[in-house]
């Protein structure tokens, strides 16, 4: 088959390198465009890139001379994964979807929209039922789809096998890595033997996020999940890689050992052969001391999430960690796992 041209709006970024990162040798998708702000636009990548590329591979070949372009519609590529600062990609990723593209987007710009699907494939695939909706209302050629923040997307993976006990309650402490504030970022002086409380509206994605992403499809909507969700989002001195603590009430009462099984049996997509899923993509740790972003976050190239220290909580019942990589499966690779399910699903031609 041919591959798919992608463009990447906002390659310069944290999450666009990673894109083209884990775009290189892609067997379905080739990355013919990139996009970025004017600052950038009119150089070549490697051009631009010189002391901001802050991956441990080298920049592809293929990429190294592409000229960025401005992020507007007219770029030679089917598919726009879109990693654009969220002041600016609102209307940016609407002109492209309009234009009859296929926005893939990692901002929280759309998200919550009734009509665009929050999505994560081992979650919520059905959620794509949404795309005749939104052509139906917005009357687009193209289409929006998203994924979830980079804390939620770890921590709701843990609950999706969890949910068939009853999931009532939640509770969510995150250690959230630098590289989640994009470049430069939190200043070092703020950070460096510090731990910052806030993150700027992160509490909110998680708490609204979760239900949406656990909300059954009724229809043309989402109908959210009755959980209770409360979160508190830290920064740390961490480079990649979110940690988070989970306190939750099953109302079926499981045992530690089922909780477990549910966990490390997840694998609903196994079936269809996405190039980017994990084989496991709920990896249950043992040791005591794990899951750690240092020794855990890489697992499955960063596509799996991280669970450790399942046990009895005095509070709820039942509390874990689980830990992921931020920028993967927490943001490009998440991206592209959605484009490869619609791919699949015939959604893109
Ligand atoms: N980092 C993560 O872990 C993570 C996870 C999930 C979701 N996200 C979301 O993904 C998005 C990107 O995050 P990031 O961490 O990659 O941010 P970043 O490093 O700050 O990169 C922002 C990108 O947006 C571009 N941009 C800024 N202003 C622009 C404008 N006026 N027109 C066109 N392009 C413009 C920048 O281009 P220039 O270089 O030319 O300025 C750059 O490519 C954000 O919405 C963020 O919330 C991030």
Redesign the pocket.
């Known amino acids: 088959m041919d591959k798919v041209k992608v463009g990447i709006?906002?390659?310069?970024?944290?999450?666009?390198q990673r894109f083209i990162q884990l775009l290189a040798n892609h067997p379905w998708f080739e990355v013919t465009e990139v996009?970025?702000?004017?600052?950038?636009?009119g150089k070549k990548y490697s051009e631009?890139m010189e002391g901001r590329w802050k991956l441990t591979t080298d920049i592809p070949e293929g990429v190294r001379k592409l000229v960025v372009k401005?992020?507007a519609p007219g770029l030679d590529c089917r598919i726009a994964f879109s990693?654009?600062?969220?002041?600016?990609?609102g209307p940016?990723e609407q002109a492209f979807a309009k234009a009859g593209y296929v926005v893939s987007s990692?901002?929280?710009n759309h998200r919550m929209e009734p009509d665009v699907p929050l999505l994560i494939p081992e979650v919520n695939a059905e959620h794509l039922g949404l795309i005749p909706v939104q052509k139906k209302n917005r009357g687009w050629q193209g289409m929006i789809i998203t994924n979830p923040?980079?804390s939620t997307i770890h921590l709701v993976i843990a609950l999706k096998p969890l949910m068939r006990f009853g999931l009532s309650k939640l509770l969510v402490t995150t250690m959230q890595?630098l590289?989640?504030?994009?470049?430069p970022g939190v200043p070092s002086l703020d950070i460096l033997d510090n731990v910052v409380p806030f993150i700027g509206g992160e509490e909110e994605k998680v708490q609204t996020e979760t239900l949406k992403l656990l909300g059954a499809l009724a229809k043309d909507r989402v109908v959210p999940a009755q959980i209770v969700v409360s979160a508190h989002c830290n920064r740390v001195h961490v480079s990649d890689g979110h940690t988070e603590c989970v306190s939750v009430k099953l109302d079926a009462n499981p045992g530690l050992a089922e909780v477990t099984k549910a966990m490390q049996e997840f694998n609903p997509l196994k079936q269809l052969g996405l190039p980017s899923s994990p084989s496991r993509v709920i990896i249950v740790k043992q040791e005591p001391n794990r899951p750690q972003p240092k020794m855990d976050r890489d697992l499955e190239h960063g596509m799996a999430s991280v669970v450790g220290r399942i046990r009895e909580c005095p509070l709820l019942g039942y509390k874990f960690v689980v830990l992921g990589h931020?920028?993967i499966r927490?943001?490009a690779g998440a991206a592209i796992l959605n484009a490869e399910l619609m791919m699949k699903k015939g959604l893109i031609s």
Do not use: F
Request: net charge negative; with cysteine.
């Open positions: 709006l906002g390659a310069t970024g944290m999450v666009g996009a970025a702000s004017e600052r950038s636009a631009v401005e992020c990693s654009l600062d969220a002041e600016i990609a940016i990692n901002s929280r923040n980079c890595a590289s989640g504030a994009g470049y931020n920028t927490g943001a």
